[in-house]
């Protein structure tokens, strides 16, 4: 399960098509360098997987439908599950990204992770994207152990990860608690209108 680079391939409704690690342990890498000059970005996408990225040098604008952030050296941001996004460098830019099913943390449905914590997070209509570095340097850390056991693989490395994003997931969990409905959110207006027009570009 090598760290590689991400062949973007959507369908119709800007929904990635390729699989992110596997159906035992879903969660994957990624090393990308992007330059403006050569106009290199990525597009308009979305999929189900949470998607962390750590950015290793330069600047990136990483857009959502209802939010901006400008990622700077050393950051590390979130991108929450079936929200649209995008990314453009300031310059060059390069980065490390992890994409990760929520249920690698929250496990069965009816398990007290996904029921009080990581279902209420994933459909607070607040929580698009989040920049994770004003809250310390821990989450940093927690993104880079992670993917430097996903890059060696060593034996119970699936443990490393699994540990270092529920604790990412949890600190998540913190910030948005007194936003958290637990009940089920509608998906925001913003998204669902921007689908359907990268559809509608897309058919014509």
């Given at each position: 399960m090598?760290?590689?680079r991400c062949?973007l391939?959507?369908?119709?409704?800007?929904k990635?098509?390729q699989a992110h690690g596997t159906l035992?342990f879903?969660?994957a890498?990624y090393?990308e360098?992007?330059?403006e000059e050569k106009?290199?970005?990525?597009?308009?996408?979305?999929?189900?997987?949470?998607?962390?990225?750590f950015l290793?040098d330069?600047s990136?604008?990483l857009?959502?439908?209802?939010a901006?952030?400008?990622l700077?050296?050393?950051?590390?941001a979130?991108?929450n599950s079936?929200?649209?996004?995008?990314?453009?460098?300031n310059g060059?830019?390069h980065?490390?990204?992890?994409?990760?099913?929520?249920k690698?943390?929250?496990?069965?449905?009816a398990?007290?992770f996904?029921?009080r914590?990581?279902?209420?997070?994933?459909?607070?209509p607040?929580f698009?994207?989040f920049?994770l570095?004003?809250w310390?340097?821990e989450?940093s850390?927690w993104?880079?152990e992670a993917f430097?056991?996903?890059?060696n693989e060593?034996f119970?490395?699936?443990?490393i990860i699994?540990?270092?994003?529920?604790?990412i997931?949890?600190l998540?969990c913190?910030?948005f608690?007194?936003?958290?409905?637990?009940?089920?959110?509608?998906?925001s207006?913003?998204?669902q209108?921007?689908?359907?027009?990268?559809?509608y570009?897309?058919d014509?």
């Amino acid at each position: 399960m090598a760290i590689r680079r991400c062949e973007l391939i959507t369908d119709k409704s800007s929904k990635e098509l390729q699989a992110h690690g596997t159906l035992d342990f879903p969660c994957a890498g990624y090393d990308e360098s992007y330059d403006e000059e050569k106009g290199e970005a990525f597009a308009w996408h979305w999929h189900e997987e949470l998607e962390l990225i750590f950015l290793v040098d330069g600047s990136i604008d990483l857009k959502t439908p209802s939010a901006s952030l400008r990622l700077q050296k050393g950051d590390c941001a979130v991108i929450n599950s079936n929200i649209l996004h995008s990314g453009e460098p300031n310059g060059s830019c390069h980065l490390y990204s992890l994409v990760f099913s929520p249920k690698l943390v929250a496990g069965n449905e009816a398990f007290v992770f996904a029921r009080r914590y990581l279902s209420p997070l994933l459909s607070c209509p607040s929580f698009s994207c989040f920049l994770l570095s004003p809250w310390g340097k821990e989450p940093s850390v927690w993104f880079l152990e992670a993917f430097a056991a996903l890059a060696n693989e060593d034996f119970g490395f699936e443990f490393i990860i699994r540990e270092n994003l529920s604790r990412i997931c949890l600190l998540l969990c913190n910030c948005f608690k007194d936003q958290l409905n637990h009940n089920t959110a509608k998906e925001s207006s913003d998204n669902q209108r921007i689908r359907v027009m990268l559809s509608y570009i897309q058919d014509h």
